[in-house]
């Protein structure tokens, strides 16, 4: 039997071997230093009660109810559940083994397919779900990727509590600007061309059995919801330049639309806050790693905050396996003029209210899904931790793959270390 096998065999009885979310519970957290991420602020040795999943009520010296768990916070922080980003969790396991692989579609005939829905694919047993979760992240945006089109797919929100299914409407993924030049021609210009054409198709200006449609029937169906504002166009662009073409076409065909990337946008931030359109920036992009981002700067949500755009954090690269680095981009952001209230409102109400699913989580409010973390300290300083965690009132265990492995070689164990004969 080949090492690789051995390997991937150990590895799915690790998976399996870890325990799962525990049965629901009511939960009562007392004394908390409560970051709401509503207009309420942060709430000062305040308690949270939680009955059958959801936030029942919040305040100081609440009464316990019979059979409740008491768990004494100690003064100490509790957020909502965070944002992982825009990611592949659940939809990529290894990056650089393509069976893994489920996040992009690559079609020769008809390369352009909004139809793609890469939730399909979602698998809540990942190995990814709980190395996410011990760094308190509770829901992510799984996103489509560019295969064989900039047009990439729908996507939609997980909650990381083990359900199958997104919740919330979908989005549309689309990548314009120098990332997607080569799915378009060898031109960004002609990615707006072909768009419009796409626009045309699905307005029904182009005849469906058009010889050089460049849509499947499906395909027409799907964009023309989001044309008609059903769902959020997600689009991966960073240059100033792109961005201004993008707020103009959104304008002209008055659909909604987010912008993840964005290393430029601060050059726009007046005209995004007066399109209300969110940014999902990499905190850390502060170097020119391409003539689209020749203007990066570790300013960048602190800029577009301060003109009043919509920020949340995402990152670039491989966000799947680092999701945990999302509290490190956000801290970054307050290093470099973000108020911290606004980074922690990016890793949670931001993202739900892009998404629209802020009516279920992202804040700690009443009648919000319990979707807690309580921290040993900052949640935005990578020097603490996330000490317990609720998903739904459930709790979660604080354990993953890799903290097992952890114990496993750190303290010794009466399992053998691999590959000892």
Known sequence: MSASIVFLRRLALLAAALPGIACAQDVLVRNATVHTATAR??????????????????????????????????????TPALFGGITDIGVEEVSGEAATVDSAVKLEDQPQRPEFDVTLAYNPDSVLVPVARVEGIGFTALGANSG??????????????????????????????AAGSELSGSSRAAQWMLLDQMVAEARGRIAADSPHALLTPAGRAVLARYL????????????????????RWAGREQVRVAIAGGAEAWRLAPQLAAAGVPVFVDALSNLPASFDQIGATLENAARLHAAGVPVAFSQDGDASHNARKIRQLAGNAVAHGLPWDAALAGLTRVPAQAFGVADRIGSIAVGQQADLVLWEGDPLDVGHYAERMWLGGRAVPMRSRQTELRDRYLRGSATPPAYRR
Do not use: H, K, W, Y
Request: aromatic share 2%; hydrophobic share 45%.
């Open 41 to 78: 602020g942060t709430l000062t040795a305040n308690d949270v009660l939680v009955q059958g999943g959801v936030i029942r009520a919040i305040g100081p010296a609440l009464a316990a109810p019979a059979g409740v768990e008491v768990v004494d916070a100690g003064g100490r922080p509790l």
């Open 148 to 177: 064989g089109g900039f047009i990439a797919g729908q996507g939609g929100v997980l909650r990381l509590d083990g359900s199958a299914d997104p919740i919330g409407p979908r989005m549309l993924f689309v990548r314009m600007g």
């Open 228 to 247: 008609g504002g059903s769902g959020r166009i997600v689009v991966r662009v960073d240059r100033a330049a792109d961005i201004r073409q993008l707020l």
